[in-house]
């Protein structure tokens, strides 16, 4: 009797031992988070919280957004914006070293960057007209910021649509590098040919997503002196 209870002693002493040791733990949380992220694939979503069609996910490319405009609408949107397009379309006609200069404030918003930008293309304009007879040189200082408009609000590009239209131009491109070399060098092409136009449609795509940097937007609070008081006679 006395070696049985020993032994049933030794026993209960040993399964003790397994439940608390943390080895065992560790291997059973293994096995949960291996069945919950089992369970979460058959459901259709991650560990995370996200669906598995979801593109960071899987890794597919994210969608770009559209232009707020097209290259040749002129005279931009009837909307909220309106007064803006035609001021723009106006610049773009008349004084296009104002607009790229415009432009570029907005983009850059560092303290000189308008006349740097400016007199930088209005002499490229002069000289260009001046031994050429049009406008040819400029576009190669100014095409740049198309290729930074398109990045930081992730626009799709000229080569993108056109593959997207007729699907003859992707087989060409194997990583996301070469396809930004085309972006860049289509942007490139569309200042040189339409360089009025893309001047134009930046400038209307820019107003509505960046506010002009020497515009306040800070909340101002007004305080009002009391009113008079008069003693009421009884």
Known sequence: MAGE???EEA??????????????Q???????????????????WTADGLPVSHGSVIGEPIGRNQWSSDLFSCLGRNDDFCSSDLEVCLLGSVAPCV????????????PGTFSNHCLTYLGLYFVGNSLFGWNCLAPWFSYSSRSAIRRRFNLEGSFEAMNR???CCGGCIEDEMQREHMETTCDFVTHV???TCA???????????????GFNAQSTVVVLPPSEQTMGRK
């Open 5 to 7: 209870d020993s032994r």
């Open 26 to 44: 560790v291997n059973e949380s293994k096995i949960c988070s291996k069945g919950d992220t089992k369970a979460a694939e058959e459901h259709g």
């Open 11 to 24: 026993q209960r002493r040993e399964e003790e031992h397994e439940e608390s040791s943390p080895l065992l």
């Open 165 to 167: 239209s007729c699907g």
């Open 99 to 110: 607009l790229y200069g415009s432009n570029a404030e907005r983009l850059g918003s560092a």
């Open 199 to 213: 001047l134009c449609q930046e400038g209307r795509e820019i107003r509505r997503k960046v506010l002009h940097p």
């Open 193 to 195: 040919l339409c360089h």
